[in-house]
T-cell receptor, first 116, second 115 residues
């Protein structure tokens, strides 16, 4: 299993540009999430999904859109990039069912985004 | 609302000494508690969790944590630190009786183990 994969690893955008951060998982996990990591602030939840076709907002959703057309993929779209969106973005997934891995999240390697 | 606090931004410990990374939480019900570790330029990795049962939970790489309900704490410990334990550690909480459907993470504690 590749686990959770994210592309690209690095990206530089100019203010106002749009782009999509890709996330995929091959563990058949129902739950997927996007977080941003900023120094001294830990991880903050942007959007999440509990299954294909179902998404919901997290703590800091403004400026971001998501969709979940398949179980495997959960792309994050920046509609009009702003310098405040400079951050490291992590995608994560977990299974919905109980068991020994109950509620354990699996994280991708991250995308480091700079907006100038 | 659920929240978690890591009161120390930085913890330094000598190799071979015991280490503790502190975490306190606030929830209205019984919490699910987690520790994750992040090595440089990597995603977070799961270390251990408390869902129910024994207050002392053991996890990966020799780490353990003790759930203390009266003190609302879930401190991460290891009896003998290794230089390779140097990393960023995150505590996280979920209140299963609350409205939030995902984990809330602390701000992280940078652990440095000195040789």
């Amino acid at each position: 299993n590749a686990g959770v994969t994210q592309t690209p690893k690095f990206q530089v955008l100019k203010t106002g540009q749009s782009m999509t951060l890709q996330c995929a998982q091959d563990m058949n996990h129902e739950y997927m999430s996007w977080y941003r990591q900023d120094p001294g602030m830990g991880l903050r939840l942007i959007h999440y999904s509990v299954g294909a076709g179902i998404t919901d907002q997290g703590e800091v959703p403004n400026g971001y859109n998501v969709s979940r057309s398949t179980t495997e993929d959960f792309p994050l779209r920046l509609l009009s990039a702003a310098p405040s969106q400079t951050s490291v973005y992590f995608c994560a997934s977990r299974a919905r069912t109980s068991g020994s891995h109950f509620y354990e999240q699996y994280f991708g390697p991250g995308t480091r985004l700079t907006v100038t | 609302a659920q929240s978690v606090a890591q009161p120390e931004d930085q913890v330094n410990v000598a190799e071979g000494n015991p280490l503790t990374v502190k975490c306190t939480y606030s929830v209205s019900g019984n919490p699910y508690l987690f520790w994750y570790v992040q090595y440089p330029n990597r995603g977070l990795q799961f270390l251990l969790k408390y869902i129910t049962g024994d207050n002392l939970v053991k996890g990966s790489y020799g780490f353990e944590a003790e759930f203390n309900k009266s003190q609302t704490s879930f401190h991460l410990k290891k009896p003998s630190a290794l230089v390779s334990d140097s990393a960023l550690y995150f505590c996280a909480v979920r209140d299963p009786s609350g409205s939030a459907r995902q984990l809330t993470f602390g701000s992280g504690t940078q652990l440095t183990v000195l040789p």
